[in-house]
C-alpha cells in the first residue's frame, strides 16, 4: 500500500469513489423530450447561408441509385469533396440543397427524401441545435415544425444527435 493510504473496508467507500460524483454527466436540457413534426417547408434545406449536407460513400450510390444515375455521375453533378469528406452542393442561386425542389402546391419538397442522407434524416436534433434552450429557439425561427407536433424522447433526440457526428 502506497504511504499515506488509508485502507478501506467491504461496506466502506473509498473517498475516490463517492467523490466521483462531482463528475457525473447531468441530464441534457431536453432530458424531458422535444416537440417536432416535419411540415416539409424545406426551410431546412434553403439558402440563404452557405452549408454542408456530409454524405458518406454508401449514401451517394444510395441517391445514385435512386435517381438512376451512375456514382461517378452523382459525385460529378451532385458532390464537392472537402479535404478527406463529401458533402452535397447546393443551388448557386440562392444556396438550397441541390435536391430541394419545387412543389405543385407553392412550397418545396426534397427529391431524394426517401434515401436522404442521415443529416437530413436527424433535423432538427443536431449538436448545434441542442447546444442550450436558445440554440434549439433560434433553429425554430428557421424550421415550423420545431415545438410542434409529436414529443420525442431523450434517447431518440440523443441518437439523432450521435449519428451526425460520425459525418
Not at 473509498?14 to 416537440?35: D, E, H, N, Q, T
Not at 419538397?109 to 432538427?124: F, K, L, N
Not at 414529443?151 to 457526428?165: F, Q, V
Request: with cysteine; glycine share 10%.
Amino acid at each position: 500500500m502506497p504511504f499515506g493510504a488509508k485502507p478501506y473496508f467491504p461496506g466502506e467507500r473509498p473517498v475516490i469513489l463517492s467523490s466521483m460524483k462531482l463528475f457525473a454527466r447531468k441530464p441534457p436540457w431536453y432530458a424531458a423530450g422535444l416537440a417536432f413534426e416535419c411540415t416539409g417547408c424545406g426551410g431546412c434545406c434553403s439558402g440563404p447561408e452557405a452549408g454542408f449536407v456530409w454524405v458518406t460513400k454508401d449514401e451517394i450510390s444510395s441517391i445514385a441509385e435512386h435517381l438512376g444515375i451512375a456514382r461517378k455521375d452523382m459525385m460529378h453533378k451532385y458532390v464537392r469533396k472537402l479535404h478527406s469528406r463529401y458533402s452535397l452542393v447546393e443551388r448557386s442561386d440562392n444556396r438550397d440543397c441541390i435536391f430541394l425542389k419545387p412543389k405543385g402546391d407553392g412550397g418545396k419538397g426534397c427529391s431524394v427524401y426517401s434515401v436522404r442522407p442521415a443529416q437530413c434524416r436527424t433535423w432538427p436534433f443536431w449538436p448545434g441545435n441542442l447546444r442550450n434552450p436558445e440554440s434549439w429557439i433560434l433553429a425554430g425561427i428557421r424550421c415550423e415544425g420545431i415545438n410542434c407536433g409529436k414529443l420525442h424522447a431523450c434517447e431518440k433526440i440523443e441518437a439523432g444527435k450521435n449519428a451526425t457526428d460520425t459525418h
